[in-house]
């Protein structure tokens, strides 16, 4: 089973700020089974990029995603007010088909 | 526009089977698969299992002895079945699409791109 593990465990800026989220896998892992997820309190998940840098329909290009192997990054260029969210990546694969990373808390400093 | 409706019981007891059904609307159960994923109170994700229109599975592990997934393609409903329920498995139950592409002999992974809202599901005695 590929572990995925997402630091830093919280992260905090201010709006206007850039944000960089790591994930790194367990083992090497092809980027196009890469995935992340927004999820604000109370809602549901929202994709943001698969393929580890194409944007979901709809996601502003102060997302963008990048990586390869084992290290990957979702960048916010600029922090909105709206971008303060709990953040997944994924990975697709093998037994179990699909995992998690535990997620990083982006909050407001 | 795809949308998910899900629904099910929300508050069981320890021992009993949680059954919730997730709905398509906007579009069909074809060509996609359909998951399940959950989230226990103040944790992360966890991928349960996924179901196509063929009614071919796949489950997690960690789960699969517990499992029953299955799909009414009349209605463009699936439906996850999750026996013998404790404590451990109350959380917030998300249904979504997932979307594999074959593209030259491969399959490209889109993202899970539409979610229910969640169900909450309660084990208490």
């Known amino acids: 089973e590929i572990v995925l593990t997402q630091s830093p465990g919280t992260l905090s800026l201010s709006p206007g700020e850039r944000a960089t989220l790591s994930c790194k896998t367990s083992q090497s892992v092809s980027s196009r089974y890469l995935a992340w997820y927004q999820q604000r309190p109370g809602q549901a998940p929202r994709l943001l990029i698969y393929?580890?840098?194409n944007r979901a329909t709809g996601i502003p290009d102060r997302f963008s995603g990048s990586g390869s192997g084992t290290d990957f990054t979702l960048t916010i260029s600029r922090l909105e007010a709206e971008d303060f969210a709990v953040y997944y990546c994924q990975h697709y694969g093998d037994s179990p088909e699909y995992t998690f990373g535990q997620g990083t808390k982006l909050e407001i400093k | 526009q795809v949308q998910l409706q899900q629904w099910g019981a929300g508050l069981l007891k320890p021992s009993e089977t949680l059954s919730l059904t997730c709905s398509v609307s906007?579009?069909?159960?074809?060509?996609?698969?359909w998951s399940w994923i959950r989230q226990p109170p103040g944790k992360g994700l966890e991928w349960i299992g996924d179901i196509n229109h063929s009614g071919s599975t796949s489950s997690n592990p960690s789960l699969k002895s517990r499992v029953t997934l299955s799909v009414d393609t009349s209605k463009d409903q699936f439906s996850l079945k999750l026996d013998s329920v404790t404590a451990a498995d109350t959380a917030v139950y998300y249904c979504?699409?997932?979307?594999?592409?074959?593209?030259?002999?491969?399959?490209?992974?889109?993202?899970?791109?539409?979610w229910g809202r969640g169900t909450t599901v309660t084990v208490s005695s």
């Open positions: 393929d580890s840098s």
């Open positions: 906007g579009g069909s159960l074809s060509n996609h698969y």
């Open positions: 979504a699409r997932s979307v594999l592409i074959p593209a030259g002999g491969i399959i490209v992974f889109l993202g899970m791109d539409v």
